[in-house]
């Protein structure tokens, strides 16, 4: 099974406030994460995200298209980073989210959710 664990934005992470400016602390043991994620075969894809003021959302509207402009309401609603991860289950899913460490300075939360696979729709 594949998820996507979202790593959701902060009011920090929504500064630009560049990793380098995080403690060489958190960033090793993010490193050491990925790296235990890696050797266990479960880490597929990873990365993080510049803040929304770098993005453009598209609306869509019947034939309608609509670009808006970052920066987004909410960090707390928007995304600041990902993984893309290959699991048995949601426990083993959640086994991992546990052992993260605090990807941001602060609270933060990530949230975990099941990829569709081929199987769901037939």
């Known amino acids: 099974m594949r998820v996507m664990v979202l790593v959701k934005a902060t009011e920090d992470s929504e500064k630009d406030l560049l990793p380098t400016a995080w403690t060489t602390g958190m960033l090793e043991a993010m490193g050491r994460f990925n790296d235990e994620l890696r050797n266990a075969g479960v880490l597929l894809a990873a990365d993080g995200l510049k803040p929304s003021a770098y993005g453009k959302r598209i609306a869509f509207d019947g034939p309608g298209r609509t670009v808006i402009d970052g920066p987004f309401a909410e960090p707390r609603e928007l995304v600041a ?36 696979e081929a199987a769901d729709l037939n």
């Open 81 to 116: 980073g990902f993984w893309l991860w290959e699991v048995k289950d949601m426990d083993e899913a959640v086994a991992w989210g546990m052992r993260c460490p605090n990807p941001m300075p602060g609270p933060s939360e990530i949230e975990i959710r099941p990829l569709y």
